[in-house]
């Protein structure tokens, strides 16, 4: 069997840095495991490349002249993306979010960036429906190539715990978010907090202009550490808008 080599433009950080790093991290440590792909560590040596599309790591914008430079077998930052501008023979799969215009407010520097790139793409995987449509009801560009592929997590973390049993005198519910965005329902979690025989736990970041009332904030925490904790719970709370994540 001829295996395709798979090369994967985002640098992962094992702390917590949201879904896109989640994604990538776990994608990498599972698609190991596919004897169909074989993962490149030198990008130069991939059939396929797959990208966020904008970012090449937490917090590290990638421009379409840098992703020129890859799909042409060169670094990411060699000075002749700029001059020649033109793409090579590899093949860029875009994992997409959705606009950040859309599910956080306000407008989106990095969306533009996203866009402009996103003409480069030979194929593209949706996390969700709703993440596709953020494109399709703007008119921006997809490629011909693209599907729905909802997100999974890592069942060595994340697994049910059918013991817990439901005591109406005391409902532990706990929410979990690692962006401040408003979008994610931190009022509601907050006002919840404040009902009678409710216990309310948040994993993650909070907002300062919001006051959390009688959540417990537990902070950011690592994987295994959050699977415990929502063991531990009797629902998840989590009331975002416009959500393009599955999960």
């Known amino acids: 069997m001829v295996k395709i080599k798979l090369g994967i ?11 896109v790093n989640s994604f990538f991290r776990n994608f990498q ?22 990208t966020v599309g904008h970012y090449s790591g937490p917090g590290t914008v990638v421009k379409k ?6 799909t042409r077998g060169l670094s990411l930052n060699n000075i002749l993306g700029k ?46 429906t709703f993440s596709k449509s953020c494109f399709i009801n703007e008119n921006i560009f997809i490629p011909e190539y693209h599907d729905v592929i909802l997100n999974g997590a890592n069942t060595e973390h994340f697994f049910p715990n059918r013991t817990v049993k ?41 907002p300062d202009d ?6 417990y904030l537990l902070g950011l925490m690592e994987e295994k550490n959050i699977g415990k904790v929502l063991r531990e719970a009797n629902f998840l709370l989590f009331p975002s808008k416009n959500e393009a994540c599955s999960n």
């Open 29 to 50: 440590k599972f698609t190991e495991e596919d004897k169909r792909l074989k993962i490149s560590n030198k990008l130069q040596d991939a059939d396929i490349i797959l």
């Open 9 to 19: 433009l985002y640098n992962t950080t094992p702390n917590p840095w949201g879904g």
């Open 65 to 70: 002249w840098q992703l020129n430079n890859v």
């Open 83 to 128: 001059i020649q501008g033109k793409k090579g023979k590899k093949k860029l799969t875009f994992r997409l979010n959705g606009l950040r215009r859309v599910y956080a407010s306000g407008a989106s520097k990095a969306d533009e960036t996203l866009i402009e790139n996103l003409g480069l793409a030979d194929s593209a995987v949706f996390q969700s």
């Open 210 to 215: 919001i006051p959390s009332e009688k959540v």
């Open 166 to 206: 439901l005591n109406p005198k005391h409902i532990n519910i706990v929410s979990n978010s690692w962006s401040i965005n408003h979008n994610k329902g931190f009022q509601i979690i907050s006002d919840i907090s404040k009902l009678d025989k409710v216990h309310v736990s948040h994993i993650g970041k909070w």
